[in-house]
Antibody, heavy 120, light 110 residues
Framework: QVQLVESGGGVVQPGGSLTLSCTAS????????MHWVRQAPGKGLEWVAV????????YYAGSVKGRFTVSKDNSKNTLSLQMGSLRAEDTAVYYC?????????????WGQGTLVTVSS | QSVLTQPPSASGTPGQRVTISCSGS????????VYWYQQLPGTAPKLLIY???QRPSGVPDRFSGSKSGTSASLAISGLRSEDEADYYC???????????FGGGTKLTVL
C-alpha cells in the first residue's frame, strides 16, 4: 500500500534552516511528481513546491521562492524540502503529497504531516 | 486572498443537496483541470474529485464535480453528518507556474 511518511519538523528560530524529508513506499516513486503542501494553524491549504517525476523540473510558490529547495532522490524513494531564512509565517504543518505524471494538483496520497514552528 | 475563490462557509440539513463554488481565471480554472479535496478535522486532506468531475474509487457518488468556464462546483447530495468538513478546490496556474488552492469552505451539517 502507498505510504508517505514525513520527518524533520520541529522548532527553529527566525532566520534559521530546517530540512524536511518524505519517505515513500508502495509505489514506483520515480514515476510520480511529488509536492509539498502546508497548512498554518487554523488556516487553509497552501501549495509550496513540486518536483517532476525525474527531478528535472521544480516550481515554487512565490512565498518560498529563493528560500526553499525541493529535491527528489529516486534511488532512495525520498523527497526533501530544504527550508532557509525561515520566518514566523512559515509555521505550519507540512504535508508531502503524491502527484501524477504531470505537475497537476492530483494529490491522491498524502503523508500525515510534520509540524514546523518558527519562533524565538 | 486566495487565487481561487470559495465561499467561507456552507450548510445544509441531512439529506439535502449542497453546492460549493470555486471561481478562478483564465490562467487556472479556465484552462486547467480543477480538483477538490475534503479535510476532516485533524486529518490530511483527501482527494474527492479530479479532472473537474472524476471520482477516485471509494468516493461515494453523492459527491460530484462540474466546471463551466472559469468556475467549478462541488455538489454533495444526500448530505450526511460525516460530510461535515473543510473543502478545497485546486488547479494549476499557468501564469504563476504553480498550484493554487481556494481558501476553503467549511461545511456544517445542521
Amino acid at each position: 500500500q502507498v505510504q508517505l511518511v514525513e520527518s524533520g519538523g520541529g522548532v527553529v528560530q527566525p532566520g534559521g534552516s530546517l530540512t524536511l524529508s518524505c519517505t515513500a513506499s508502495g509505489f514506483t516513486f520515480s514515476s510520480y511528481a511529488m509536492h509539498w503542501v502546508r497548512q498554518a494553524p487554523g488556516k487553509g491549504l497552501e501549495w509550496v513546491a513540486v518536483v517532476s517525476y525525474d527531478g528535472g523540473n521544480k516550481y515554487y510558490a512565490g512565498s518560498v521562492k529563493g528560500r526553499f529547495t525541493v529535491s527528489k532522490d529516486n534511488s532512495k524513494n525520498t523527497l526533501s524540502l530544504q527550508m532557509g531564512s525561515l520566518r514566523a509565517e512559515d509555521t505550519a504543518v507540512y504535508y508531502c503529497a503524491r502527484g501524477d505524471s504531470s505537475l497537476r494538483p492530483h494529490f491522491d496520497y498524502w503523508g500525515q504531516g510534520t509540524l514546523v514552528t518558527v519562533s524565538s | 486572498q486566495s487565487v481561487l475563490t470559495q465561499p467561507p462557509s456552507a450548510s445544509g440539513t441531512p439529506g439535502q443537496r449542497v453546492t460549493i463554488s470555486c471561481s478562478g481565471s483564465s490562467s487556472n480554472s479556465g484552462t486547467n483541470y480543477v480538483y477538490w479535496y475534503q479535510q476532516l478535522p485533524g486529518t490530511a486532506p483527501k482527494l474527492l474529485i479530479y479532472r473537474n468531475y472524476q471520482r477516485p474509487s471509494g468516493v461515494p457518488d453523492r459527491f460530484s464535480g462540474s466546471k463551466s468556464g472559469t468556475s467549478a462546483s462541488l455538489a454533495i447530495s444526500g448530505l450526511r453528518s460525516e460530510d461535515e468538513a473543510d473543502y478545497y478546490c485546486a488547479a494549476w496556474d499557468d501564469s504563476l507556474s504553480g498550484v493554487v488552492f481556494g481558501g476553503g469552505t467549511k461545511l456544517t451539517v445542521l
